[in-house]
Nanobody, 123 residues
Framework: QVQLVESGGGLVQAGGSLRLSCAASGRTFSSYAMGWFRQAPGKEREFVAAISWAGGNKYYADSVKGRFTISRDNAKNTVYLQMNSLKPEDTAVYYC????????????????WGQGTQVTVSS
């Protein structure tokens, strides 16, 4: 069992930056690939970024490539999402998730989810 708690969301102006954190419980965190997803009002949950268990492989949605960076610190049981050059269309609830396989881009393949953190980007 893995419990995930996101933090770091908030309100930021377009062009600004935020760093999301996802703290995981359990001693098996380092064996999971981790992903970030987001869901805007009235839209489906979409893939943002994923990272392999050791951090060597990273994947990004085209919409965030070059602006967002995913990383992890297995000693701290934490995964991060650094978000730069934020745009109003990045506004959404951001979720982190853990995947025994992966890293993968399909939400249904993830085993555990956090409760989400709101990111709002004003124009």
């Amino acid at each position: 069992q893995v419990q995930l708690v996101e933090s770091g969301g908030g309100l930021v102006q377009a062009g600004g930056s935020l760093r999301l954190s996802c703290a995981a419980s359990g001693r098996t965190f380092s064996s999971y690939a981790m992903g970030w997803f987001r869901q805007a009002p009235g839209k489906e949950r979409e893939f943002v970024a994923a990272i392999s268990w050791a951090g060597g492989n990273k994947y990004y949605a085209d919409s965030v490539k070059g602006r967002f960076t995913i990383s992890r610190d297995n000693a701290k049981n934490t995964v991060y999402l650094q978000m730069n050059s934020l745009k109003p269309e990045d506004t959404a609830v951001y979720y982190c998730a853990a995947d025994r396989g992966g890293p993968r881009v399909v939400a249904a393949t993830y085993d555990y989810w956090g409760q989400g953190t709101q990111v709002t980007v004003s124009s």
